[in-house]
């Protein structure tokens, strides 16, 4: 009864203080606070549209228009009336995946009630932004934005989430830049576990062996819906930063046993252990070193005479 009051006085807050004054409100303190306890359900679609953005100006006649392109394109294949492009491999690969997403749901599968929507967004995704497509991954996070908004907003953000700079290194599969990520994690990684660190590396225990699968599906395929969901709200907010500040919390939760992730993975004891963890680095931040290993990595790819010594 008690959490059920709190997240009814939650919904209040959100709907009749913070929501109507987004821009003045979304960063102080107050909202800080009352954003890591987890947003109520009610209002979560809102609250990630808006921390999302809109930068490249979606709208939903652009959803509809991509998504009758994609209908088109499923039309023809079907009656194998046109040469396969990369387009259509992605599309193919969408049905496949579609059957694999939350299988123990049962809601995104051939007849569930969200089939059809996860089919349109990932269709209409393919036909939006031709440099990247579909990949394996993407219906996790789709999923998870149909399930808290509806499908041309649910589209909006998806394609605003995947194209921040952590996303479309992954997605695009930049290994110079996804090797850049790696090493910032591991600068954070030794800062705030260093034995766990020395023992991974001593038994050549990479960073891509888990971070790709956590990052690839923002941890909606490795943790409970609803304890992804509340680490999505964090990230909406925060930004890439909160995916590896996430991973180092799972690290040092689990630090004296590491399996396998356990299906009923408790939300209050992840998150104070990602509150113990230390994003800073000799009073560097995570921008700070990121941008740090950028700079020396285009150093060392123009073979500069002060990096050769």
């Known amino acids: 009864c008690k959490v059920e009051e709190s997240i009814g ?11 109507p004054n987004w821009e003045t409100m979304w960063c102080s303190r107050k ?13 979560r679609g809102k609250v ?4 999302i953005g809109n930068e ?9 228009i991509c998504l009758a392109r994609a209908k088109e394109k499923w039309r023809s294949l079907s009656t194998g009336g046109s040469e396969v492009e990369s387009e259509d491999a992605g599309l193919e690969l969408i049905k496949l995946d579609i059957s694999r997403t939350f299988p123990n749901l049962c809601i995104f599968q051939q007849g569930g009630p969200y089939h059809d929507m996860l089919h349109s967004i990932l269709g209409a995704y393919t036909c939006y932004p031709p440099d990247v497509g579909y990949v394996q ?3 996790f996070i789709a999923a998870v934005l149909i399930l808290n908004l509806d499908t041309a907003d649910a589209f909006i953000a998806f394609s605003n989430l995947l194209n921040k700079p952590c996303q479309m290194a992954f997605f695009q599969v930049d290994h110079g830049l996804m090797l850049t990520y790696f090493a910032a994690f591991e600068v954070f990684f030794e800062e705030n576990l260093p034995k766990l660190f020395a023992h991974f590396k001593k038994n050549n225990l990479t960073p891509d062996i888990y971070l790709i699968d956590w990052i ?21 907010r925060d930004g890439e930063e909160f995916l590896f500040h996430t991973a ?4 040092k939760l689990f630090e004296d046993i590491l399996t396998k992730l356990p299906e009923d993975l408790p939300a209050e004891e992840l998150f104070a252990s990602i509150a113990t963890i230390q994003m800073q680095s000799r009073n560097k931040k995570w921008a700070q070193v990121l941008t ?10 123009k073979g500069s005479p002060s990096l050769r010594h």
């Open 56 to 64: 490249l100006n979606i709208t939903h006649q652009l959803f509809d």
């Open 216 to 236: 690839f599906t923002l941890y909606s395929k490795s943790l409970p819906l609803d304890l992804a969901c509340r680490i999505w709200d964090v990230f909406c």
């Open 9 to 19: 006085n939650a919904v209040l807050t959100w709907n009749n203080e913070i929501l």
């Open 31 to 43: 909202v800080r606070d009352l954003w890591w306890q987890g947003i109520p359900p009610s209002v």
């Open 137 to 139: 991954g993407m219906s």
């Open 248 to 251: 180092l919390g799972i690290l």
């Open 292 to 301: 740090a290993l950028q700079k020396d990595s285009c150093e060392m790819e």
């Open 48 to 51: 990630w549209s808006l921390a």
